[in-house]
């Protein structure tokens, strides 16, 4: 077997949040097929294409393309410190939700309310997205409040020598599995979202702000994506290991 082959072999065993994880480029060939790379990250590439119906060879090439091209440093999230890669997290993806996902919610409500009659899948929406808002309310609190301070004290202690005490760890290793469970529920809640929406085409002759609704909408789903993979894939798995 060349190292080709090999290496293609390897590449197609390993999870899509591994393969994000190393090259964040992957994400794009991931969004193009349609592969859930966030949540549904800990899925082997090779069922990921079985499951979809995918050419895994096709696949496989463009993920190599992508390869190839060097990693911004400020894309190696892999490569960065817990305790950076937390503040990051909280100052960027937390910071866009709290700005947000409160509008997306009253606008979702208000195309409900007028275009209900006509787009009745836009009433289920907006209950969905209701639920989502309020749980992520108590998820962001939950990370910022429990998860990123024990991780960062856990970090520090390992730094400075010192054996973090085995309570911690075990209260961490917990917070980190039903912080994961949220992150599949909210995702799921998101991609049915997307499937009410028909991938978020706008109808014919609605207004400006069922537009905005749809847009906001794949945007919020967009950030999303990004913000469960930094926490499921790399920072969850890093602090795991710790």
């Not at 890669?85 to 947000?100: P, Q």
């Not at 599995?177 to 997307?194: C, F, P, V």
Request: aromatic fraction near 8%; include cysteine.
């Amino acid at each position: 077997m060349n190292a080709s082959v090999q290496n293609s072999a390897n590449t197609a065993t390993q999870t899509i949040g591994e393969l994000v994880a190393q090259n964040y480029r992957a994400a794009q060939v991931f969004e193009k097929y349609g592969i859930d790379f966030c949540c549904g990250g800990q899925v082997a590439l090779s069922a990921a294409c079985q499951e979809q119906g995918i050419d895994i060879a096709q696949l496989l090439q463009e993920l190599q393309q992508a390869a190839n091209h060097p990693i911004d440093r400020s894309q190696n999230y892999a490569a960065w410190e817990l305790p950076f890669l937390a503040d990051y997290i909280v100052n960027t993806h937390h910071a866009y939700l709290k700005e947000n996902t409160a509008n997306i919610a009253a606008y979702a409500r208000k195309i409900a309310e007028v275009h209900g009659a006509h787009h009745p899948e836009v009433i289920e929406i907006a209950v969905i997205f209701d639920t989502i808002a309020s749980d992520l309310t108590l998820h962001l609190r939950e990370e910022e409040e429990v998860l990123f301070p024990a991780i960062r004290k856990i970090d520090g202690l390992i730094k400075s020598g010192a054996a973090p005490d085995s309570g911690e760890i075990t209260a961490l290793r917990a917070t980190l599995k039903t912080l994961a469970h949220e992150h599949d529920e909210i995702g799921a809640a998101i991609h049915a979202i997307r499937r009410l929406a028909n991938n978020y085409a706008i109808p014919f002759g609605v207004c400006n702000t069922f537009t905005v609704t749809y847009r906001k909408l794949q945007e919020f789903e967009d950030d999303l994506h990004k913000h469960v993979h930094l926490e499921n894939n790399i920072l969850f798995q890093k602090a795991a290991a710790l």
